[in-house]
């Protein structure tokens, strides 16, 4: 176990499969108490096998279900964090899917879903959390920063993705809704950065990655010759969280291999 955010309360959304749990580990190896949040009761066992795994580890947490694109549950998820907890220190703004259809054949219902979990849950729980860190006002014992919020977003803010109209919209609009809040509250003392993935085994593109032949083929957009693990991005979301960033903010942190240096032109083009 490390140290270097003892203490402190981090909610991390979507935190029950993928890159959610590795984050969640990772801050808890830290020394977090750390809020496994998942979407709904079909997610709630993996909920509690993570935060029993973080807590067999030496770490401590709570598992609470929450759909983040539902106001009413956001807000009850951070006072009941911090009525147990005192505070919310760090928030992961996690929580996405995909819903994926050729654009002439999206539907309303597809667009609006995909918006309304990876863009609107990541406005409401942001939301919710500079509230909290403005009430709560500085505790430098914990932390150079008020608070911190990190975005999860994708390359896919920067890389158009054919066939993903609604999940790339989503992602663009993460990456200026975190530059905004940036500017926004820097002066508050508040830190917010994201995180933009490239290729990471999860179970959500699984078939992405799960035979050789696959695997072959992504590592075609991937320069530095492997896919990413959770892993990966967990450490990123420590070093964001923790004050060796404190000079940082308002940045996407790309964690992808070299995936937006749009290797296609490698061989000039």
């Keep these: 176990m490390g140290n270097k955010l003892q203490n402190q309360v981090a909610i991390v959304t979507g935190a029950s499969s993928g890159i959610g749990t590795g984050v969640a580990k990772a801050l808890a190896a830290e020394g977090a108490i750390v809020v496994v949040n998942n979407s709904s009761e079909h997610s709630h066992d993996a909920a509690i096998q993570i935060l029993n795994e973080i807590k067999s580890a030496g770490g401590q947490g709570i598992v609470y279900q929450c759909d983040v694109s539902k106001e009413d ?23 996405g899917l995909q819903d994926d259809a050729p654009f002439t054949e999206m539907t309303l219902a597809q667009w609006n879903h995909v918006i309304s979990i990876n863009l609107t849950g990541q406005f409401l729980c942001a939301r ?19 608070g911190k919020i990190i975005c999860m977003s994708s390359v896919h803010e920067v890389i158009p993705w054919a066939g993903h109209a609604n999940y790339a919209a989503s992602k663009g609009g993460i990456k200026l809704l975190m530059q905004t809040l940036a500017q ?4 508050k003392k508040i830190r917010i950065n994201s995180i933009g993935p490239g290729a990471i085994k999860t179970p959500i593109n699984k078939e992405a990655w799960d035979t050789p032949e696959a695997e072959a083929k992504l590592l075609t957009l991937i320069p530095y010759g492997r896919v990413g693990i959770t892993d990966d991005i967990g450490k990123a979301a420590v070093w964001l969280a923790s004050d060796d960033s404190d000079y940082v903010n308002g940045v996407t942190l790309f964690v992808d291999g070299g995936m937006t240096l749009f290797p296609g032109f490698s061989t000039n083009g």
């Design 184 to 187: 926004e509250f820097a002066p």
């Design 128 to 146: 919710e959390a500079i509230r909290e860190f403005l009430r709560r006002g500085m505790q430098p014992e914990k932390s150079l920063a008020l």
């Design 73 to 95: 549950q956001v807000q009850a998820m951070f006072a009941e964090t911090i009525k147990q907890f005192g505070t919310v220190d760090i928030l992961v703004n996690n929580a």
